[in-house]
């Protein structure tokens, strides 16, 4: 079940704003439980001319459903040395991550509960005036990531294409 986390001691204050927030929690089939950020951005996984560049492994859909919260912070890091655009908005909300392939697909589905709480929340972003595919902290292959596409239900996609690129974070008690 999602819920907000608050800062400390923002809890209870209206009205509630992002800056009172850490985010929206969510919890993973793995039994990790993250939160996402309400602010999101429709933007490339890698500019073209930086995928020869980008030398990190290719992960298999199942390899990629394996990832864990605690490795997002790595691939991000990798894909922010090469200016990755989706990784440059996710870290520019904060601490945060690009998801796993398995917290973006646990976001797409629980995206109408995320969206109820978001709209308490001034300034947040809402899944129902984005795009309806999120990028995950994963190649897939040369020129591809791994995407969730909420309206068909599958993964993949080219790492060139724009995506929703969703602020996340293991949430830490």
């Known amino acids: 079940m999602a819920e907000i986390i608050y800062k400390k001691g923002c809890d209870g204050h209206k009205p509630v704003t992002l800056s009172d927030i850490e985010g929206i929690s969510l919890e993973l089939l793995n039994g990790e439980t993250i939160v996402v950020f309400p602010k999101y951005k429709d933007v490339k996984f890698l500019d073209r001319e930086k995928i020869s560049k980008y030398t990190r492994k290719n992960f298999s859909e199942f390899d ?3 990832v864990k919260s605690t ?3 790595i691939l991000t890091d990798e894909l922010l040395a ?3 655009p989706a990784a ?3 870290r520019e909300q904060g601490a945060y991550d690009l998801p796993s392939l398995l917290a973006a697909g646990e976001i797409m589905k629980q995206r109408d509960e995320i969206d109820k709480l978001a709209r ?4 947040a972003d809402l899944f129902d005036n984005c795009g309806s595919s999120i ?5 897939d292959s040369a020129g591809f990531a791994w995407y969730a596409h909420g309206g068909s239900g599958f993964f993949n996609g080219g790492m060139y294409s724009s995506f929703l690129a969703v602020p996340v974070a293991l949430l830490k008690y």
């Open 64 to 66: 990629a459903l394996h």
């Open 120 to 123: 308490t929340i001034e300034g």
């Open 82 to 84: 090469l200016e990755s």
């Open 135 to 139: 990028c995950t902290c994963c190649r």
């Open 71 to 73: 490795d997002a912070t």
């Open 88 to 90: 440059k908005h996710v």
